[in-house]
């Protein structure tokens, strides 16, 4: 993908909310393979929503700089979906990373709802496909200030 010009800041680099427009459409390819596309919520009326995202801001990038996302499947179990992405620079070098929690919603409450057995087949595949990959480094990172102890 290819950074739009819009999308840079007064600082002459790419503004933070478009970071998570990336990490959106990149993602979309590896929900599409799972099963849990556009065409899932269309046709089945189920689909995914975020309901907690950590991104960690890593080197920034700016516009006319074209960029790759990868995402890797953590975890899951009967109505949850944990990720893990990747934009790195087309050249290779790692510009941001975020780690997603998704939940499994029926569109007509919405509310939360078990997969079903097809989509658990495919995360089922595809988590095992990862697990080799092993958890990265930056997963499961929290936010906090690290104080200094008193002496």
Same mark, same amino acid.
């Given at each position: ?20 427009? #990336?990490? @959106? ?10 099963? #849990? ?39 899951? @179990? ?27 919603? @029926? ?11 097809? /989509? ?24 906090? /200030? ?6």
């Amino acid at each position: 993908m290819e950074l739009e010009k819009d999308w840079i800041d007064y600082n002459g680099h790419l503004n933070m909310a478009y970071y998570n427009v #990336l990490f @959106d459409r990149g993602g979309e390819d590896a929900f599409v393979q799972l099963g #849990l596309g556009g065409g899932y919520a269309r046709t089945r009326g189920l689909t995914s929503f975020a309901a907690e995202a950590h991104v960690c801001y890593i080197r920034e990038l700016h516009f006319g700089h074209n960029v790759i996302v990868t995402l890797q499947v953590l975890d899951y @179990d009967e109505k949850r979906l944990h990720v893990y992405q990747e934009l790195r620079h087309i050249d290779g070098w790692l510009a941001a990373t975020s780690e997603q929690l998704c939940l499994h919603v @029926d569109m007509s409450g919405p509310k939360v709802v078990p997969f079903p057995s097809d /989509i658990l087949a495919n995360l089922r595949t595809v988590h095992a496909s990862h697990a080799s990959h092993g958890i990265p480094v930056r997963a499961g990172r929290a936010i906090a /200030i690290k104080r200094k102890a008193c002496s």
